[in-house]
């Protein structure tokens, strides 16, 4: 069995970029933890936690259908109705998810019997026992409470924090901590995925305890609203002000990009972060720069599974 067959794994994050990582690592490493954010309150996932009080299971349910190895029952699970009604929009997977945590008698639990309808490779944790509140602060001093409310209020976000204050990372996830070779900060929202993934209490402790490489996948955008005006190391600093000098590689892609692409993104306000070498090598943080997106992404600016997770685990042997 080689070196990379043998790699434990914790990714971090949520929204769409956790789930792209996870379908590039799943077979190709020994084991992967994801520990997904539950931070959000819009769409299906809002609703649920709304009217039954369960953690958002979005987010959660992606990153289980991307380590799924019964591919009919996850079709099912990402189901979505659409129809008039109280099930609009409400996917197959968050229901079911709802019910096992009502069931089983926490949201933890609930994932977890989840996980094993599903047969996943690996394991699903959400990043604290609860579900949270997102809370940013903007640069003007003015303060939004809402996961769905961040970039519609389009001002400089200069931090967030969770309510309530105190909930702690399920045991599992520090434990998959502290055996991982290395931890990966998936792509993704810097200010309401990446970030709220990170602060569940001990998560930080066992971070800054971690002796291997915490590889940040940078996002290749700027994101209107969030992180407009930002540089790759703006990024890296943000994560280090919420969760500690953290972060000791970088993985960047580099390469041209469609103009027609870049012009529909500059139409809606985003383009390609600055990738700022020198700050970032005063940061002390490794930079790792190869073609990373996906020739699939229908115009879009996507990162590719299997060249994702190819980087990821070159990045962890070379540090091991």
């Known amino acids: 069995m080689s070196k990379v067959e043998n790699l434990r794994v914790v990714a971090f994050g949520g929204g769409t970029g956790l789930p792209v990582l996870l379908r590039g690592l799943r077979d190709r490493v020994g084991d992967l933890t994801a520990v ?26 992606n990153c289980l259908v991307a380590l799924a190895g019964r591919k009919k029952l996850a079709e099912v699970f990402n189901y979505r109705f659409d129809a008039p009604g109280d099930l609009n ?10 019910a096992l945590a009502d069931m089983a008698g926490g949201f933890c639990e609930g994932v977890e019997q989840a ?16 579900s949270l509140t ?23 976000v200069v931090s967030v924090a969770v309510e309530p204050a ?5 045991p599992a996830v520090i434990e998959a901590i502290e055996r991982a070779d290395v931890v990966v900060l998936s792509p993704g929202s810097l200010f309401t995925s990446t970030i709220p993934a990170l ?17 940040y996948v940078a996002n290749v955008m700027t994101q209107p609203g969030e992180t407009s005006g930002f540089a ?25 990009l469609p103009r027609n692409t870049l012009d529909r993104y500059e139409a809606e306000g985003a383009v390609p972060a600055v990738i ?34 190819e980087e990821v685990c070159e990045a962890a042997l070379v540090r091991l």
């Open 232 to 256: 790759i190391s703006d990024h890296v600093r943000a994560i280090q002000e919420h969760a500690g000098p953290i972060v000791t590689d970088v993985l960047i892609h580099v390469g041209e």
């Open 134 to 156: 997102l809370v940013a602060r903007y640069g003007d001093g003015s303060v939004t409470w809402g996961e769905s409310v961040v970039r519609s209020v389009d001002k400089e």
């Open 199 to 215: 602060l569940g209490v001990g998560t930080r402790e066992a971070l800054e305890a971690f002796g291997g490489p915490v590889v």
């Open 276 to 309: 700022d070498r020198d700050v970032l090598a005063e940061l002390k943080v490794r930079v790792r720069e190869t073609d990373l997106l996906s020739p699939d992404a229908g115009g879009g600016v996507r990162h590719d599974p299997e060249r994702l997770a």
């Open 36 to 61: 997904v954010t539950v931070a959000d309150d819009g769409g299906s996932s809002g609703r649920l936690r709304q009217e039954l009080g369960v953690a958002p299971p979005g987010d959660v349910r």
């Open 166 to 170: 105190g909930v702690h990372a399920p």
């Open 89 to 98: 929009d409400h996917s197959v997977g968050n229901i079911i998810i709802a």
């Open 115 to 130: 996980a094993r309808f599903l047969r996943i490779k690996g394991s699903v944790y959400p990043a604290a026992t609860e």
